[in-house]
């Protein structure tokens, strides 16, 4: 396949890699949690109900709390969440990937942005 086809295909190709899929997920929890802060009782819970089953990530598990904390409690706190939430720098990507979020997205929300490997 000539490079310039093989440039078209890629393209026209409907299919989204997974992290800007991903980074759609949290952009859409951002907007519902700052659309309603009481969801972040549903990560908050994630986070107890997980460290009372003695999950191995206690650490930071325990930073999760205290980000969620604070955004209850303060609207600086709920804005540091929300621009965490919404930013794609590699330390941020990283800290995400144990996010307690389940439960915050809606099964129709989750099909929506989802996306299948290419491996």
Excluded at 14 to 21: L, N, S, T
Excluded at 25 to 41: D, G, V, Y
Excluded at 102 to 116: A, K, M, Y
């Amino acid at each position: 396949m000539a490079a310039a086809d093989t440039f078209a295909y890629l393209d026209a190709r409907v299919e989204r890699p997974g992290e800007e899929v991903l980074a759609d997920r949290f952009r859409l929890m951002a907007a519902k949690i700052e659309e309603n802060p009481l969801l972040l009782a549903i990560p908050l819970e994630n986070v107890e109900r997980w460290l009372a089953q003695g999950h191995s990530a206690a650490e930071r598990l325990t930073e999760w709390r205290g980000l969620l904390i604070e955004a209850t409690v303060s609207e600086a706190g709920l804005a540091k969440l929300l621009e965490l939430l919404r930013d794609q720098s590699a330390e941020a990507v990283f800290f995400k990937e144990f996010a307690p979020m389940p439960g915050i997205l809606t099964r129709e929300e989750l099909d929506r942005h989802s996306w299948t490997s290419a491996h």
